[in-house]
T-cell receptor
């Protein structure tokens, strides 16, 4: 069951902030965030585990609300290089390593 | 390290033909997965493996087979190609449980005519 991402698309000017949300109907063990530029493979940004541990890109932050099974990715002071499609992936509790992705959020950062 | 290597990069098949998409990683990663990406659908999990000899189905497994005889290789077989299997296919791998993300290959663009 795919997690639900919102918004589907967002357009920013350089320097503005954005928040991308991801929610699941299942109890989660982990949430992953990836960015994909056009014609390229997805690139890992961050992982958040149930219990509070997280690891990721130094300029990107995220949160994981375990009670609501929701995660948010915070992009602050956006740069042109932040443009791309952002995907969240969720792994259910039980540690199956079955990572299922949402449909993505397309972020465009303009000068 | 080459990372995750997928071959071929492009392929055109006729309906009913079979083929194998190759995926190899040189990072000694335990976990490997296959995804397909279609416009507006995100990345959908086809099959995944948590180690040599162990595979399981993902969200959209029909029409695809996998095997994992070694840690390094995780080939995806299309049994009888259909136009609905036209897609970009990504293989990904990661090490262990915990604070690790997946490394993706560069993808195979498959067209079934």
């Amino acid at each position: 069951q795919q997690p639900v991402q919102s918004p589907q698309a967002v357009i920013l000017r350089e320097g503005e902030d954005a928040v991308i949300n991801c929610s699941s109907s299942k109890a989660l063990y982990s949430v992953h965030w990836y960015r994909q530029k056009h014609g390229e493979a997805p690139v890992f940004l961050m992982i958040l585990l149930k219990g509070g541990e997280q690891k990721g890109h130094e300029k990107i932050s995220a949160s994981f609300n375990e009670k609501k099974q929701q995660s948010s990715l915070y992009l602050t002071a956006s740069q042109l290089s932040y443009s791309g499609t952002y995907f969240c992936g969720t792994e259910p509790q039980g540690g199956s390593e079955k990572l299922v992705f949402g449909k993505g959020t397309k972020l465009t950062v303009n000068p | 390290n080459a990372g995750v290597t997928q071959t071929p990069k492009f392929q055109v098949l006729k309906t009913g033909q079979s083929m194998t998409l190759q995926c190899a990683q040189d990072m000694n990663h335990e976990y490997m997965s296959w995804y397909r990406q279609d416009p507006g659908m995100g990345l959908r999990l086809i099959h995944y493996s948590v180690g040599a000899g162990i595979t399981d189905q993902g969200e959209v497994p029909n029409g695809y087979n996998v095997s994992r005889s070694t840690t390094e290789d995780f080939p995806l077989r299309l049994l009888s190609a259909a136009p609905s299997q036209t897609s970009v296919y990504f293989c990904a791998s990661k090490t262990g449980t915990g604070l690790y993300g997946y490394t993706f290959g560069s993808g195979t663009r498959l067209t079934v005519v």
